[in-house]
């Protein structure tokens, strides 16, 4: 099994959810495509889309909601499979 | 209060600001408009823009051309030719041309009714807009609201924050109106909305947020990015520091149809551009009326 | 004729002076937010340095050139490819018809500036081609570039050759390249409104941290700090100006003013509003206005009081650095 990384292309605010009291986009453990939304960073108050990248499974996320991230920073680890 | 001699402060070493006073009224506006009608006669080398507001003027300058000392210089000689507001027989500006604007609005409309009620779902202590300018002005109810704030004519005495967004002062201190502005501020305002925020009255250019007290709306725009409307030719904001308004109250069919005329493209504005504003026969008007 | 394949997060056309003469109306100067890039990549394509270019905002925009073309790359650093070689930043390069830039995201700064000989030719609105996004103005279909957009070049005036940016005439858009003292802290001078904040509060703005809010832009710079305490003046003052510490009867806003919303720090910079309701304590000067431009969200920054001398003089050294001084012919090192 190996991991792929979801790294941010942008600094800014990393949201799980696509507002303040809506459910995350995705949680732990849910199969992704590429092209799924996993969050979203604010930057100059805009709201840009983070995706997967990789199928495969969203094994971790290693930052929170809301914490402050820069540009090429790790967000998430997905379990894509096979060697 | 109006200053003796305007305060000059710098803003980096490119802005001064030029204070002239530190009170909000007709008599300190006109002359921050006189002081900026000289200044750009003079044609100041160096002098790049000016922006005036509601007492006092930015100064835009070339460090490289003209010093801060050199503009401070300048401007306070204007100043003593210009300061005297026509009341006390100085030597202050008498006379200058003003546009004058009929606004047509439609009071109480539902557009800004929907915005405040939309509002309040998040602060449903917030009391109704019409209701609190009523209330916060000894005012019996809306027909006596719209009664007053149609009543007089409005000065222009600045435009900012938002292109083509004008501050506009009541001639007629019989009808000015006051009233506190929202906290927090609205996150979205109709295009067109007639606000009311502190002594001033704006016209919202567009779909901005906001903070001022909100109860009409005029189907003229006041902001056409593609200067599409014969008003426009100029510049894609319609009203100028030093232009004047008035608000005419209409009902919805004809609201309706001015809307149509703004989509088709065939709108005229109704302006007049064959005044002149006397400073001397309005302040004799003030007199007249008890004002002054 | 450039083809805009992936517009980046928000790029736009802008040149200076910007735009001039209708700030009364509420339309800003606009321009780029680094002048001190922008007119070194000018400078590198043989353009007047004010010539009209792009400014890209931490994702950069892939282009098609629709004719040979020199072009340069300046601002902050990014891995850039033309067609799949990656191509070196303040340098002179040339691009043959066909060939595709594709730009990466701003690794170190915020903004970044794509000149090409001969300029960008989009109409100019109300006397400028400077770009005001929010409002529409200006860029070639009103505002930042879109997908499929395709903008006019002017004819470039002949070639200067290759040339690069020495690297001491560049600005230290990154941390470890801020060697000197004088890079380490923004320059602010006092005024218009310093009067108006206890001189506790001016002590503590010059020694405190203050931490880039994401959300900053173009229209403002938002920074969180320590809280700002106020003097008699903005207590006793008449109810017009309005009931907080912070507020002031509505005043023009100069470009790089740091005016105290409530308690909120904002730097004015190149799209912000013309004027407005709030304090306006202290300044930054001109010749700092690019570090403004290249603030990164997060970053930490820190001030020091400069006065209008320093300020002259350090404009001054400034508009020598931008200049062919600062230039060296690449063509000399080839063997």
Redesign the interface.
Known sequence: MSDAEVRSELPGTFYRSPAPGEPPFVEEGQAVKADTVIGIIELMKQFNDVTAGVAGVLRAFSVTDGDAVDADVTLALIATGGS | ?HHCEPHF?????????V?LG???SFNLNVRVHALAAAVRAAKIEGI???????????V?YD??RIS?ADTVSEIKKLSELTSGDGNDGGQGAQEMPSRLFHVPVLYFDPWTTECVDDYRKTYPDKLPDPELLCEANGLPDRAALRRVHSGTEYWVA????????C?LMPLDPRAQLNAP?YNPPRGWTPKGTIGLG??ISCIYP?RTPGGYQIFARTPMPTWD??QRLAAFKD???LV??GDRVRFVPIERDEYDHIEAQVAEGTYRHPMVDYQTFSIPRYHAWLRDIGEE | MLEILKPGLETTVQELPGRIGHWEQGFPPSGPADPWSFRLANLLVGNDRDTAALEWQFVGPALRFHRDCTIALTGADMAVKLDDTPVPLWQTLRVRTGQVLTCGAARTGARGYIAIAGGVQTPAVLGSRATFHMAGIGGGSGGALKNGERLPLGEAASSRGLLQVAPAARPPIDLKDRTRHEEQAIAAMLGPNDSWLHSDAIEMFFSSEWTVQARSNRTGLRLTGPDFTFSERAYSKRPEHGRDPSNILDHGYPLGGISIAGQTAIILIHDAPSAGGFIIPFTVPRCDLWRLGQARPNEKLRFRQVTMNDASAARRRLDELCSHQSLVDLARWIA
């Open positions: 209060m402060k710098p803003g980096g070493d490119c802005f001064i600001e204070e530190d009170e909000m790049v823009e000016l922006v005036p507001e509601l007492a006092s003027l930015l835009s460090p490289d801060f600045a435009l900012g924050f938002w292109p083509g967004l501050s502005k502190g002594g567009d990015r593609d510049s894609p904001a100028r520091p």
